[in-house]
């Protein structure tokens, strides 16, 4: 028997056809991405920026050229103060919200025996505390609307690789990925679906200083995909989350940096494996 409640994105057809989206950190990169992605299927969204004004007009007028609603709004996410007024905004501009994707982001490079205090805390408040916060609030939100929502995290490979020089990142983006689970666990009930992206080293601003050492991997045959990732590859990820018949889950967009293989074939100076050469030969 068919049932008749509205199961939002816990149904079979998830469409975003008509939804409507906060997407922070949506004026460059990933975010961009993701923004301009959500309105090809459909979906009106608020552009947020930090600085680059110029980078979110931008957004919206492609955004508005595929026939959707943007909004652009000003806000540090790091700023708890600042939260209310993503939300205002895109009411104000769409009369709901239906999708948040808790997508800005920072990297501060140093090693960990050098990190500042002042680093790691703007690093743990961007990444982590504000995520938490701004979900907090955009559920409690969904559950006074009664919308069946869905949150999305752009989380990263670095949730669970540790770089000892990016430590506040890695443990920003493992505590996270927690943070997901958590959210996943209490708005099940709600029907709120809560997914996170694992995403591998993309083409962006943040990360365009480590993509030689990528393309080299890549050559070497350790990144499947023989390319380092795109913001598209990222978006198209998201959409895939959004859309899983599953809740607390990631999705991976790393281009198999994360699928366990122990590689020995790679490693050709392996006497062993020069020895198979020279038996083949
Ligand atoms: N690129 C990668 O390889 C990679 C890998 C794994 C995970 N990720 C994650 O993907 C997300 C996006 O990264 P990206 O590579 O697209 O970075 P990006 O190119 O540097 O873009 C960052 C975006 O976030 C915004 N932003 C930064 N701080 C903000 C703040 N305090 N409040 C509001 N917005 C803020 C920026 O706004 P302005 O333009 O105004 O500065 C910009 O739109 C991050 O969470 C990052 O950790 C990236």
């Known amino acids: 028997m068919q049932s008749t409640l509205d199961l939002g994105f816990f149904a079979t057809d998830v469409s975003l056809e008509g939804k409507s989206a906060i997407v922070t950190g949506s004026s460059r990169g990933i975010g961009r991405a993701i923004a301009i992605e959500l309105a090809r299927q459909g979906t009106d ?39 209310q007024k993503l939300i205002d ?25 050098q990190e500042s205090e002042a680093d790691y805390d703007v ?6 505390k504000a995520p938490h916060f701004l979900t907090q609030r955009v559920a409690n939100y969904m559950i006074a609307q009664n919308i069946r929502g869905c949150i999305i995290y752009t989380l990263s490979i670095s949730d669970t690789l540790a770089s000892d020089n990016r430590a506040a990142y890695c443990i920003s983006k493992a505590g996270l990925e927690m ?78 940096i994360m699928t366990r293989v122990l590689n020995l074939r790679m490693m050709t100076e392996l006497e062993i494996n020069q020895s198979k050469k020279d038996r083949a030969n």
């Open 123 to 128: 690093v743990m408040n961007t990444n982590l």
């Open 179 to 256: 943070d997901m689970k958590v959210y996943a666990g209490r708005l099940a009930e709600v029907g709120i679906k809560v997914n996170g992206v694992e995403v591998g080293v993309t083409d962006t601003d943040l990360a365009r200083v480590r993509i030689p050492d990528y393309e080299e991997a890549a050559k070497k045959g350790y990144i499947f995909m023989f390319r380092t990732g795109t913001p598209q590859d990222v978006a198209h990820a998201v959409i895939a989350a959004m859309k899983i018949y599953d809740t607390g889950a990631l999705i991976p967009a790393s281009g198999g």
């Open 45 to 83: 969204v608020l552009i947020n920026y930090n600085r680059n004004r110029e980078a979110a007009d931008e957004v919206q007028r492609e955004i508005e050229g595929l026939g959707r609603k943007a909004a652009v709004v000003g806000a540090d996410v790091s700023d708890l103060g600042q939260h």
């Open 89 to 113: 905004a895109a009411l104000k501009a769409f009369g709901k919200i239906d999708i948040l994707i808790n997508n800005a982001g920072i990297t501060r490079v140093a090693d960990v025996l």
